[in-house]
Protein backbone atom coordinates (compact mmCIF):
# COMPACT_ATOMS: atom_id res chain seq x y z
CA UNK A 1 0.00 0.00 0.00
CA UNK A 2 1.33 3.73 -0.97
CA UNK A 3 2.10 5.69 1.69
CA UNK A 4 1.01 8.88 -0.26
CA UNK A 5 0.36 9.93 -4.19
CA UNK A 6 3.03 11.98 -6.26
CA UNK A 7 1.42 15.20 -8.28
CA UNK A 8 4.27 16.26 -10.59
CA UNK A 9 4.49 19.99 -11.75
CA UNK A 10 4.16 23.15 -9.44
CA UNK A 11 1.09 23.74 -7.67
CA UNK A 12 1.35 27.52 -6.73
CA UNK A 13 -0.79 27.66 -4.30
CA UNK A 14 0.64 24.91 -2.17
CA UNK A 15 4.61 26.49 -2.82
CA UNK A 16 5.41 30.32 -2.09
CA UNK A 17 7.76 31.67 -4.81
CA UNK A 18 11.00 31.37 -4.43
CA UNK A 19 13.11 34.32 -3.62
CA UNK A 20 16.19 35.09 -5.89
CA UNK A 21 19.42 35.02 -3.71
CA UNK A 22 21.75 38.32 -4.51
CA UNK A 23 25.10 37.42 -6.89
CA UNK A 24 26.90 39.26 -4.24
CA UNK A 25 26.24 40.46 -0.54
CA UNK A 26 27.29 43.49 0.63
CA UNK A 27 28.15 44.00 4.57
CA UNK A 28 27.02 46.94 6.27
CA UNK A 29 30.86 48.52 6.38
CA UNK A 30 30.64 48.18 2.58
CA UNK A 31 27.67 49.60 2.01
CA UNK A 32 28.36 52.82 4.05
CA UNK A 33 31.44 53.85 2.38
CA UNK A 34 29.77 53.18 -1.28
CA UNK A 35 26.89 55.43 0.41
CA UNK A 36 29.66 57.97 1.54
CA UNK A 37 30.99 58.25 -2.11
CA UNK A 38 27.67 57.92 -3.76
CA UNK A 39 27.06 61.03 -1.86
CA UNK A 40 30.24 62.96 -2.23
CA UNK A 41 29.91 61.88 -6.32
CA UNK A 42 26.47 63.18 -6.33
CA UNK A 43 27.47 66.90 -5.01
CA UNK A 44 29.22 67.16 -8.69
CA UNK A 45 27.05 64.77 -10.50
CA UNK A 46 23.61 64.08 -9.67
CA UNK A 47 22.61 61.35 -12.17
CA UNK A 48 24.93 58.91 -10.78
CA UNK A 49 22.79 56.36 -9.06
CA UNK A 50 24.91 53.21 -7.80
CA UNK A 51 28.50 51.68 -8.16
CA UNK A 52 29.01 49.26 -11.00
CA UNK A 53 31.19 46.09 -9.79
CA UNK A 54 32.72 44.28 -12.87
CA UNK A 55 36.11 42.40 -13.60
CA UNK A 56 38.88 43.22 -15.81
CA UNK A 57 42.17 41.01 -17.04
CA UNK A 58 44.95 41.86 -15.40
CA UNK A 59 47.30 41.73 -13.03
CA UNK A 60 49.18 38.48 -12.49
CA UNK A 61 46.57 36.24 -11.65
CA UNK A 62 44.65 37.31 -14.89
CA UNK A 63 41.27 39.14 -13.44
CA UNK A 64 41.14 41.98 -11.12
CA UNK A 65 38.03 43.54 -10.03
CA UNK A 66 36.72 47.10 -11.03
CA UNK A 67 34.39 49.57 -9.79
CA UNK A 68 32.59 52.65 -11.49
CA UNK A 69 29.85 55.22 -10.63
CA UNK A 70 26.92 53.93 -12.73
CA UNK A 71 24.02 56.71 -13.79
CA UNK A 72 21.81 53.53 -15.18
CA UNK A 73 21.68 49.85 -14.96
CA UNK A 74 22.65 48.44 -18.49
CA UNK A 75 21.84 45.69 -20.40
CA UNK A 76 21.39 41.79 -18.46
CA UNK A 77 23.19 43.58 -15.31
CA UNK A 78 22.52 42.40 -12.05
CA UNK A 79 20.96 44.79 -9.04
CA UNK A 80 21.98 44.58 -5.54
CA UNK A 81 19.95 46.63 -3.99
CA UNK A 82 21.43 45.97 0.36
CA UNK A 83 21.64 48.23 2.94
CA UNK A 84 20.12 51.20 0.93
CA UNK A 85 22.65 51.34 -1.72
CA UNK A 86 22.85 50.24 -5.00
CA UNK A 87 25.41 48.02 -6.82
CA UNK A 88 25.51 46.77 -10.46
CA UNK A 89 27.51 43.73 -11.43
CA UNK A 90 28.03 43.74 -14.76
CA UNK A 91 26.94 40.78 -17.19
CA UNK A 92 30.74 39.37 -18.06
CA UNK A 93 31.60 39.19 -14.16
CA UNK A 94 28.95 37.74 -13.15
CA UNK A 95 29.65 33.96 -13.03
CA UNK A 96 33.27 35.02 -10.94
CA UNK A 97 31.87 36.78 -8.40
CA UNK A 98 28.47 34.56 -7.45
CA UNK A 99 28.57 33.86 -4.28
CA UNK A 100 31.10 36.97 -3.28
CA UNK A 101 30.31 38.69 -0.02
CA UNK A 102 31.92 42.62 -0.31
CA UNK A 103 33.24 44.44 2.91
CA UNK A 104 35.48 47.36 3.43
CA UNK A 105 37.65 47.34 5.70
CA UNK A 106 39.57 50.12 7.51
CA UNK A 107 42.90 49.71 9.60
CA UNK A 108 45.79 51.98 10.73
CA UNK A 109 47.13 52.02 7.38
CA UNK A 110 44.81 51.32 4.55
CA UNK A 111 41.00 51.51 4.03
CA UNK A 112 39.43 49.84 1.25
CA UNK A 113 37.40 47.69 -0.95
CA UNK A 114 37.82 43.24 0.27
CA UNK A 115 35.95 40.84 -1.92
CA UNK A 116 35.76 37.29 0.14
CA UNK A 117 35.49 35.51 -3.04
CA UNK A 118 34.46 31.87 -2.77
CA UNK A 119 35.30 31.39 -6.29
CA UNK A 120 38.74 32.38 -6.31
CA UNK A 121 41.34 29.61 -6.29
CA UNK A 122 44.34 31.65 -6.05
CA UNK A 123 45.20 35.64 -5.85
CA UNK A 124 48.75 37.51 -5.82
CA UNK A 125 51.09 38.64 -3.05
CA UNK A 126 49.11 42.20 -3.32
CA UNK A 127 45.64 40.74 -3.35
CA UNK A 128 44.43 42.80 -6.81
CA UNK A 129 43.76 39.86 -9.13
CA UNK A 130 42.88 36.31 -8.44
CA UNK A 131 42.25 33.54 -10.52
CA UNK A 132 39.04 31.38 -10.67
CA UNK A 133 39.41 27.57 -11.82
CA UNK A 134 37.53 26.06 -14.16
CA UNK A 135 33.84 25.09 -14.47
CA UNK A 136 33.62 21.47 -12.70
CA UNK A 137 37.20 21.85 -11.09
CA UNK A 138 36.90 21.37 -7.40
CA UNK A 139 38.89 22.99 -4.26
CA UNK A 140 40.73 20.51 -2.72
CA UNK A 141 43.64 22.20 -0.64
CA UNK A 142 41.67 25.58 -0.31
CA UNK A 143 42.49 27.95 3.08
CA UNK A 144 40.71 31.14 3.90
CA UNK A 145 43.38 33.46 1.97
CA UNK A 146 41.58 33.73 -1.47
CA UNK A 147 40.69 37.16 -0.33
CA UNK A 148 40.80 39.72 -2.95
CA UNK A 149 40.86 43.59 -2.42
CA UNK A 150 40.18 46.69 -3.93
CA UNK A 151 39.92 50.21 -3.55
CA UNK A 152 41.99 52.15 -5.93
CA UNK A 153 38.54 53.18 -8.28
CA UNK A 154 37.01 54.19 -5.40
CA UNK A 155 39.56 56.33 -4.04
CA UNK A 156 40.46 57.52 -7.41
CA UNK A 157 36.95 58.74 -8.04
CA UNK A 158 36.20 60.01 -5.03
Given at each position: ????????G?N???????????V?????S??K??D?????????D????A???G??????N????TM??A?????Y?E??A???VT?Y???RA??????????????????EFV????N??????C??SF?V????K?????D??D??T???????TA
Amino acid sequence: MAAGRVIAGSNSRLRPPRQKKAVMQLTESAAKRIDELLRKRQQNDEHVLAVRVGIKARGCNGLSYTMNYATEKQKYEEEIAEHGVTVYVEPRALMHIIGTTMDFVEDELTSEFVFHNPNAEAACGCGESFTVGRPGKTRENSDSRDVDTFEKAASQTA
